[in-house]
């Protein structure tokens, strides 16, 4: 069965520093992974996914991801964070079962940026 | 482009009343989710459709929950009887084929 990681229930950051939020996934195959931002009261939002090609990948809002295959790691990365990326993190993994695919997700984690 | 819709945003009910909710996906999309999120976890998923065929409800409790996907379109999720453990918001999202899914704003489901 897939799943997937996200081993920090927060993060805490200052604005205008770097900000990283990890996660690992298992997967049978290869894995198609995505990033989605959740604030409050609101439904997922996409921000961005890796599905081949170049490891790193952007995405909106200046964010971008990593993908590390020998690691089975999609960390999400952003060079200066803002006080507004505060919000609550998800990582999904999408791999193939019994012939059609299924969308998994992590348990999310809480970014806190500070002024 | 509209984005998926989701109805009612908000729901009290008494334990072992009866509720349903409400979904329309992206057009075009043939896969259909329903998520469970309860409140400080990650979405899990309940049922997933394509075009109006279940692929997977494995974790969907069959003994209370249904769901419903006529023609291929609009789904509707239903619980009888609701238990105070089903309270959560209940995300829809749908997708055109891998590609990522895209979500409703939810429905939160306070049950009392």
């Known amino acids: ?115 | 482009e509209a984005g998926v819709a989701q109805s009612p945003r908000y729901k009290i009910i008494e334990k072992r009343q009866s509720v349903a909710f409400w979904c329309n996906p992206i057009s075009g999309h043939a896969t259909l989710y329903w998520y469970q999120q309860i409140l400080g976890q990650g979405p899990k998923l309940l049922i997933q459709f394509q075009n109006n065929g279940v692929v997977d409800d494995s974790q969907l409790p069959k003994d209370r929950f249904s769901a419903e996907r006529l023609k291929g379109v609009d789904s509707t999720l239903k619980i009888q009887p609701a238990k105070l453990e089903d309270s959560a918001v209940y995300l829809c999202a749908s997708s055109f084929r891998e590609a990522e899914a895209f979500f409703g704003q939810g429905t939160r489901l306070t049950v009392v």
């Open chain 1, 1 to 115: 069965a897939q799943s997937v990681a996200q081993p920090e229930d927060q993060v805490n950051v200052a604005e205008g520093n770097p900000l990283t939020v990890k996660c690992t996934y298992s997967v049978s195959g290869n894995p198609y992974l995505f990033w989605y931002v959740q604030y409050p009261n609101r439904g997922l939002q996409f921000l961005l996914k890796y599905i081949t090609g170049d490891n790193l990948v952007k995405g909106s809002y200046g964010f971008e991801a990593e993908f590390n295959k020998s690691q089975t790691s999609f960390h999400l990365k952003k060079p200066s964070a803002l006080v507004s990326d505060s919000a609550l993190y998800f990582c999904a993994v999408r791999g193939m079962n019994s012939g059609y695919s299924t969308l998994t997700f992590g348990k999310g984690t809480m970014l806190l940026v500070s002024p």
